[in-house]
């Protein structure tokens, strides 16, 4: 116990946290806080706390899987938001960067995506069970940051706004030829289609998304979408406007550069391309190893830093960028807490172990954006400089009168 004692008398200060070892001994971290309500577990075996130490994120996901780490008083998300909250993004903290050290390697590796590895790294995560996702999606199925815009209360709400948000910025026009990359479940194409006459593809690499895209489009009888199993670097033709929501978070850093190519060659000369993404604040960094190895392989979230680069050597413009701070925040707290109350839903459809991690995930995910430097960013390109109106205002008024916009 002797080295996870000593990491965490190292950075806990706000908040307490109760640990018992495995011979029954209690030791105390940091102080009691106003803000946050004491929290309580219990490790197994000397050899867990030590795992948790010499690699804290890893070493903590799996034992909370496993049951290795049981928590007595507070839930995982109270936990790992006390932990994250000592760890958070600012100008001086030693272990925090100590710890991003450790995983940068790893990260680079993880981030090689050739077209084989990205299908099989979509389907670890994607191609989960359908019912997985209607426990707790919103009807859209969005499977991203929704718009916590002022007034808006409800997860189904904050997707529409964000379905809404995301058509004003793309000008839609009648009888344009839309790109949808990394189409999910089909939800936006289809929002873009309905809302504009705009024909729209979706592409995708999940199988079963694909499948649930395509029937759904069917049984809403819509003829202006068609979604295909395809990697976008083999696409051709021309689109008057492409965007990209939730996918480029598994591009791979090494593979930037080809995919704004990739978009660059698909767009037409008047086109409009958004991109919607989780990014840093803090800099170029690493997706953590429990993340890497259970949830997103092959994941990382950029820094801005790393993106423009790749955008200006494609010789696009960047006519906007919009920062979603928070919103992500509220968009996995919504997620956590409709997963809690179908705890016995998820368990029946897998068991205790997956449950326990998906409930790791969506509660580090959320520290994420709560407690380090993750945010959301929309980036909208042209090829031209004139391919819009000059002022925002544009995005504004049409975002008003269309479904779900805000005011």
Same mark, same amino acid.
């Given at each position: 116990?002797?080295?996870?004692?000593?990491?965490?008398?190292?950075?806990?200060?706000?908040?307490?946290?109760?640990?018992?070892?495995?011979?029954?001994?209690?030791?105390?971290?940091?102080?009691?806080?106003?803000?946050?309500?004491?929290?309580?577990?219990?490790?197994?075996?000397?050899?867990?706390?030590?795992?948790?130490?010499?690699?804290?994120?890893?070493?903590?996901?799996?034992?909370?899987?496993d049951g290795r780490l049981v928590m007595e008083e507070?839930?995982?998300?109270?936990?790992?938001?006390?932990?994250?909250?000592?760890?958070?993004?600012?100008?001086?903290?030693?272990?925090?960067?100590?710890?991003?050290?450790?995983?940068?390697?790893?990260?680079?590796?993880?981030?090689?995506?050739?077209?084989?590895?990205?299908?099989?790294?979509?389907?670890?995560?994607?191609?989960?069970?359908?019912?997985?996702?209607?426990?707790?999606?919103?009807?859209?199925?969005?499977?991203?940051?929704?718009?916590?815009?002022?007034?808006?209360?409800? !997860?189904? &709400?904050?997707?529409?706004?964000? @379905?809404? /948000?995301?058509? %004003?910025?793309? =000008?839609?026009?009648?009888?344009?030829?839309?790109?949808?990359?990394?189409?999910?479940?089909?939800?936006?194409?289809?929002?873009?289609?309905?809302?504009?006459?705009?024909?729209?593809?979706?592409?995708?690499?999940?199988?079963?998304?694909?499948?649930?895209?395509?029937?759904?489009?069917?049984?809403?009888?819509?003829?202006?979408?068609?979604?295909?199993?395809?990697?976008?670097?083999?696409?051709?033709?021309?689109?008057?406007?492409?965007?990209?929501?939730?996918?480029?978070?598994?591009?791979?850093?090494?593979?930037?550069?080809?995919?704004?190519?990739?978009?660059?060659? !698909?767009? &037409?000369?008047?086109?409009?391309? @958004?991109? /919607?993404?989780? %990014?840093?604040? =803090?800099?170029?960094?690493?997706?953590?190893?429990?993340?890497?190895?259970?949830?997103?392989?092959?994941?990382?979230?950029?820094?801005?830093?790393?993106?423009?680069?790749?955008?200006?050597?494609?010789?696009?413009?960047?006519?906007?960028?919009?920062?979603?701070?928070?919103?992500?925040?509220?968009?996995?707290?919504?997620?956590?807490?409709?997963?809690?109350?179908?705890?016995?839903?998820?368990?029946?459809?897998?068991?205790?172990?997956?449950?326990?991690?998906?409930?790791?995930?969506?509660?580090?995910?959320?520290?994420?954006?709560?407690?380090?430097?993750?945010?959301?960013?929309?980036?909208?390109?042209?090829?031209?400089?004139?391919?819009?109106?000059?002022?925002? =205002?544009?995005?504004?008024?049409?975002?008003?009168?269309?479904?779900?916009?805000?005011?």
């Open positions: 116990m002797w080295l996870f004692d000593r990491l965490f008398k190292r950075f806990m200060q706000d908040g307490e946290l109760v640990v018992i070892d495995p011979a029954g001994g209690k030791g105390r971290y940091g102080r009691p806080s106003a803000t946050r309500a004491p929290v309580r577990i219990r490790l197994a075996d000397n050899a867990t706390a030590r795992a948790i130490a010499l690699n804290p994120a890893l070493g903590a996901g799996e034992a909370f899987m507070g839930d995982v998300f109270a936990l790992l938001d006390l932990v994250t909250h000592n760890l958070r993004w600012e100008r001086d903290n030693p272990v925090r960067f100590t710890l991003w050290r450790q995983a940068r390697l790893a990260a680079w590796w993880d981030g090689i995506n050739f077209e084989r590895r990205s299908k099989r790294n979509v389907a670890h995560h994607y191609d989960l069970d359908d019912r997985l996702y209607d426990l707790f999606l919103d009807p859209h199925r969005q499977y991203s940051c929704a718009y916590w815009a002022p007034g808006i209360t409800t !997860l189904e &709400a904050a997707q529409e706004a964000k @379905l809404a /948000h995301i058509a %004003a910025k793309l =000008d839609l026009k009648p009888g344009q030829r839309v790109l949808d990359i990394g189409c999910g479940w089909g939800g936006l194409a289809r929002y873009l289609h309905k809302v504009s006459g705009a024909q729209v593809t979706g592409i995708t690499l999940s199988e079963e998304q694909l499948k649930y895209a395509r029937a759904e489009a069917v049984r809403q009888g819509l003829t202006g979408v068609d979604y295909q199993l395809i990697d976008y670097r083999q696409m051709s033709g021309q689109f008057d406007r492409i965007v990209s929501v939730g996918m480029f978070e598994h591009v791979g850093l090494p593979h930037y550069q080809q995919f704004f190519d990739t978009v660059e060659r !698909l767009l &037409a000369t008047d086109g409009v391309a @958004l991109l /919607h993404t989780i %990014a840093r604040a =803090d800099g170029p960094g690493a997706t953590d190893p429990w993340t890497a190895k259970y949830i997103f392989p092959g994941g990382y979230s950029p820094a801005l830093s790393q993106i423009v680069p790749a955008v200006e050597r494609a010789w696009l413009w960047i006519t906007d960028i919009e920062v979603l701070r928070l919103h992500y925040a509220h968009t996995l707290k919504a997620w956590y807490d409709r997963c809690a109350a179908q705890e016995d839903a998820i368990t029946a459809l897998y068991d205790a172990r997956f449950y326990r991690m998906w409930m790791f995930y969506l509660a580090a995910a959320w520290c994420a954006f709560a407690n380090d430097g993750h945010m959301n960013v929309q980036i909208q390109m042209t090829k031209r400089r004139d391919a819009l109106p000059l002022a925002r =205002d544009y995005m504004r008024d049409v975002e008003k009168g269309l479904p779900g916009g805000a005011p």
